[in-house]
């Protein structure tokens, strides 16, 4: 599973984004995103395959492109919280 965040507070921003990949029944592989805000249900898209390595080549294209957005892994993420003064 891959699990990136997204965060910019002065915008108010804090978004993750999750993608697996898992086999059904019929031996078909999928493909599986959520993505939303952070703490929130998010959405869900499936997108099925007939192999396992055509579904990777998929995952790892949206990985790239998620990190070219700014998604980041949680721990890289986090910010320290602002100082209060």
């Not at 959520?34 to 790892?60: L, N, Q, T, V």
Request: charged fraction near 35%; proline fraction near 6%; include cysteine.
């Amino acid at each position: 599973m891959i699990h990136l965040h997204r965060r910019r507070p002065e915008q108010n921003m804090a978004r993750f984004y999750a993608m697996t990949i898992e086999r059904s029944l019929f031996g078909h592989y999928m493909l599986v995103r959520c993505w939303g805000r952070i703490g929130g249900r998010g959405r869900i898209k499936s997108e099925w395959f007939d192999d396992e390595k055509a579904a990777a080549i998929r995952r790892d294209q949206l990985t790239r492109s998620k990190r070219r957005r700014g998604y980041q892994d949680p721990e890289a993420a986090r910010q320290p919280p602002p100082l209060f003064r």
